[in-house]
């Protein structure tokens, strides 16, 4: 039997923009929260473990909601993630209020994680035929990452900017770059990327994006730290400098370490970044709720009716 895949959820974020626990916080018809929705997708999907990276200020809170989800469903387990989670010989500058970014996240758990994982934001909604491709390819290979591909169209917020990865591929489907953007909204000319230095970026809306949700075996976790040290060193002077997961995996797929399948979802993203994305995802969730994708009581459905 194939070793069941672990499912890492970054919730550490501090939801400036959102302005409360946004984590934890009631989107689904029956009180769910849209971590609710990933737990019982990576059920169905076939992860057997999950790790939440968390921050030790919210821990109480989040505990007292998420550590008792889906009893005997699946193993769950708990990392904090802080500002002075640093390899050694490294500390804070004195200036540094902004958490160190998603690829910190996943270095903060890497001496929980044994088995192939996969990568997901807390705070994103992702759909349930992602996290079954992302599921099949992690228990078919163990030399391979791969990473959900989904269409810029399918993931633009109507309140403000969001943040992708934009992917290219060869022709196999194998990743050949990954790039951080920001700043990407809609505007009177088309979707485009905003740059600082104004030289902005025009975008196709059938571009291929990374919302994060990406799989690899654990293998690749050690390179995670030789990374973050550099990005460390580098980042002293800039106390809003970001250690971003799409850099690191750029990085690794540059240097040849490893292939990374992008593997198309034709899934419609939806994500809570603002207050106003809120009734957006509410009606989201009810409709998928009475199309029958999803339960009206997802904790109480069965293990083995989770199909």
């Given amino acids: ?57 919210i821990a109480e809170e989040f505990k007292a909601v998420m550590q008792h989800k889906f009893t005997g469903q699946i193993e769950i387990d708990f990392v904090s993630q802080e500002l002075d989670s640093l390899p050694a010989g490294f500390s804070v500058p004195p200036n540094r209020v902004k958490p160190w970014g998603t690829a910190h996240a996943v270095w903060v758990a890497t001496s929980k994680i044994k088995e192939p994982f996969a990568i997901i934001n807390g705070d994103d909604f992702y759909g349930r035929e992602s996290f079954k491709i992302i599921a099949d390819f992690l228990q078919k290979t163990t030399t391979e990452g791969c990473l959900a591909g989904y269409c810029l169209a399918n993931t633009i917020s109507e309140n403000g900017p969001v943040s992708r990865g934009i992917c290219e591929t060869d022709a196999a489907g194998y990743l050949t770059r990954i790039t951080e953007q920001t700043h990407i909204e809609p505007t009177e000319t088309g979707i485009m990327a905003l740059q600082t230095d104004k030289n902005d970026i025009m975008l196709s809306p059938d571009q291929i994006v990374s919302m994060n949700l990406m799989g690899f075996p654990a293998s690749i976790l050690s390179y995670f730290e030789n990374y973050l040290q550099q990005f460390l060193a580098a980042a002293t002077d800039n106390p809003k400098a970001e250690f971003f997961l799409p850099g690191v995996i750029d990085k690794l797929v540059q240097a040849g370490t490893i292939r990374v399948k992008v593997l198309p979802t034709p899934e419609k993203w939806f994500g809570i970044t603002y207050p106003a994305d809120k009734p957006i995802a509410e009606a989201a969730l009810r409709q998928l709720t009475a199309s029958g994708i999803y339960p009206a009581h997802l904790e109480s459905t069965p293990l083995a009716e989770i199909k």
């Avoid at 302005?19 to 689904?28: A, E, N, W, Y």
């Avoid at 018809?29 to 990576?42: F, K, Q, R």
């Fill in 1 to 57: 039997m194939a070793v069941k895949p672990t499912l890492l959820i970054l919730a550490a974020g501090m939801a400036t923009r959102y302005g409360s626990l946004k984590q934890i916080d009631s989107f689904g018809p029956n009180g769910e929260t849209i971590i609710d929705y990933s737990l019982y997708d990576a059920i169905r999907a076939g992860f057997g473990k999950v790790i939440f990276v968390i921050r030790q200020s």
